[in-house]
């Protein structure tokens, strides 16, 4: 199995190892953005939200700063909100903090996604080039050949090439099913942040009055 796996690499010519590179990137890519969604972004902002407004009803401001003790974006712009609000800051003055964070924290919930649709487009066009730099090499060497043995040279060379642009292909496919996926992950988090975000300046605005 082994065997033939590497005798079907082979036949795909040197572009094969810079798919394979590609598919490396891919690889880390998704892994380090599906921790970051299933781990560190694992607790909703809604959810804490109501832990915060119901310590803060309760007068026990040590266990609602314990809420917001995580790294996620969502939980440092909560953490932001409930330390101004606790200075006694102005809703307003609560929501410039809030809005100066949001500008280095949203853009985490998107960073290296937009790679892997590169990494597909990548893996797509060297397939393509691959096979194409082999056919042109296929073909220039046909007249050291015997015009009977031409044709079966031919299309041994072909199929051979092809397996790059099918290589190519095979890393692609997955690179675009992973953005997808995730960058749905990416819009249920974002949501779940504006939604928390907003929730928490309009309780600070009804305990404010």
């Known amino acids: 199995m082994i065997m033939s796996l590497a005798a079907w690499f082979n036949g795909g010519g040197p572009f094969m190892w810079a798919i394979l590179a590609v598919l490396a990137f891919a690889v880390a ?10 781990f560190t972004c694992r607790d ?3 959810r804490q939200v109501a832990d915060i407004a119901r310590n803060l009803n309760n007068n ?8 917001v003790q995580g790294k996620a974006p969502v939980t440092v712009l909560l953490r932001t909100a409930l330390e101004r609000f606790n200075a006694g800051m102005s809703v307003a003055e609560i929501q410039e903090g809030v809005e ?12 290296r996604l937009n790679y892997l649709v590169l990494f597909a487009n990548i893996a ?6 691959g096979t194409i730099m082999g056919l042109q090499l296929a073909f220039s060497s046909l007249g050291s050949i015997e015009a009977s043995q031409k044709a079966t040279k031919l299309a041994q060379g072909i199929s051979e090439l092809m397996v ?7 890393v692609a496919v997955p690179c675009m099913i992973a953005y997808t996926f995730l960058h749905n992950v990416q819009n249920r988090l974002t949501r779940d ?6 929730k928490l300046m309009n309780y600070f605005k009804k305990k404010r009055t």
């Open 29 to 38: 890519v998704t892994v380090e953005r599906a921790i970051f969604y299933y």
């Open 44 to 46: 909703r902002g809604t």
């Open 60 to 67: 026990t401001m040590d266990k609602a700063q314990q809420v």
């Open 100 to 111: 100066e964070a949001a500008i280095k924290e949203l853009p985490r919930l998107s960073d």
């Open 124 to 129: 797509t066009l060297l397939g393509l080039l």
């Open 164 to 170: 790059c642009t099918a290589f190519g292909l095979m």
């Open 193 to 198: 942040l504006d939604e928390s975000v907003v």
